[in-house]
């Protein structure tokens, strides 16, 4: 038995420790919003915090992730994940959509880092998440967005 705290909540899950992290949130727990893109760690669309970092679900085993805090698209909240999530919807950034449950993880995991990050930052911070539909001048928008909300 693998005991994970995902969005607040301890849930145990009769699975293999080594089952990817990514695998028990969506198909055990069905928390569909973190998707599977690449499955190797290249393209970002499972990114879910794990104590509080921006991490690969997909790269992460059950077992590892077991005692520490998960929290998927569906658990961010606090004020940087409100302002990100305002931000946004204010600048429209989604296009199909598929990356941007990762890309908002990231986004939130930057913020918390960092109130007030320049261009290059951003790129630093959000390089490993990809974006098929090329949503990128308005995700690097909607966070400076999101820092100017937080100063506010
Ligand atoms: S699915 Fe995990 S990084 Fe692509
Ligand atoms: S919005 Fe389509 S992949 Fe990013």
Not at 1 to 25: F, H, K, S
Not at 52 to 77: F, H, L, N, W, Y
Not at 85 to 104: E, F, M, N, R, T
Not at 111 to 120: A, H
């Amino acid at each position: 038995m693998q005991v994970l705290t995902i969005n607040g909540q301890r849930r145990e899950l009769d699975v293999d420790p080594d089952m990817p992290l990514l695998w028990a949130i969506r198909d055990v727990l069905e928390l569909t919003g973190t998707k599977f893109g690449c499955g190797q760690a290249l393209c970002g669309a499972c990114t879910v915090m794990v104590d509080g970092m921006p991490t690969r679900s997909c790269q992460t085993s059950v077992g590892d992730a077991a005692g520490k805090p998960v929290v998927t698209i569906e658990g961010v909240d606090g004020k940087v994940a409100a302002a990100v999530q305002a931000a946004w919807v204010k600048l429209d950034v989604p296009q199909c959509g598929y990356c941007q449950s990762g890309q908002i993880i990231s986004a939130v995991g930057l913020l918390s880092q960092n109130r007030k990050p320049n261009d290059d930052d951003i790129d630093a911070a959000m390089s490993g998440n990809l974006c098929r539909c090329a949503t990128y001048h308005r995700i690097r928008g909607a966070i400076h967005e999101a820092a100017r909300m937080l100063e506010a």
